[in-house]
């Protein structure tokens, strides 16, 4: 069974339009199978675009860890004209898939990139995430770290987590090491957990 965090899903493709809806305005994502939620905008993300911070100042660098098909990406590309957005997945279908839709959307501050691939002087203002929780503990953490570490010293990340996936105890990891955590909102099966230096 092919999984979401594959770098080639062997999972035939079956492509498939959704919408996701805001209040700011809906928009129509192309999605596929062999990605992250490929029928419907996954809950967490969707929490995470809800009541996550308001849009960030001018010229800010923002990046979405575990991008999928981009609903993440495309939305604060759209709320944040003057932003550059960076959309990193391991998965080469969802990057093409959120290349696709960051283009039909006439978005063009969208840098679509592999992990790999990311500038190694890249600092970032605000990390958002709903991470792939189920690549496992060790492969979670060294994801975090390596982001975390790239931010300004201002900067902050966003991230939404499933609470019977480990919600409380990345809280705690996080704390641990060195980072504070705020419970932003809890709602139905999710939290969503903002996290700057202390």
């Not at 979401?4 to 079956?14: G, I, M, Q």
């Not at 999605?31 to 939620?37: C, H, L, M």
């Not at 283009?103 to 958002?128: E, K, S, Y």
Request: some cysteine; aromatic content about 6%.
């Amino acid at each position: 069974m092919s999984q979401y965090f594959e770098a080639d899903p062997s999972v035939a493709s079956k492509k498939q339009l959704i919408e996701l809806v805001l209040p700011d305005g809906s928009i129509e994502l192309t999605t596929d199978r062999g990605v992250f939620s490929a029928d419907r905008v996954d809950g967490g993300t969707k929490l995470l675009l809800l009541d996550g911070p308001e849009p960030v100042a001018d010229d800010q660098t923002l990046v979405d860890v575990g991008c999928g098909y981009g609903p993440i990406a495309c939305t604060l590309a759209r709320r944040n004209p003057t932003a550059t957005v960076w959309a990193v997945d391991v998965n080469q279908r969802a990057r093409d898939l959120c290349t696709t839709n960051a283009a039909n959307l006439g978005l063009d501050n969208v840098q679509v990139t592999t992990p790999d691939d990311v500038p190694a002087d890249l600092i970032v203002d605000r990390i958002w995430s709903n991470p792939p929780i189920r690549v496992g503990k060790a492969v979670l953490h060294e994801i975090l770290e390596f982001w975390l570490a790239r931010l300004s010293p201002a900067g902050s990340a966003h991230l939404v987590v499933q609470k019977h996936l480990g919600a409380d105890s990345l809280h705690r990891w996080l704390e641990t090491q060195g980072w504070a955590v705020d419970r932003r909102a809890s709602r139905k099966a999710f939290r969503l957990l903002d996290v700057t230096r202390p």
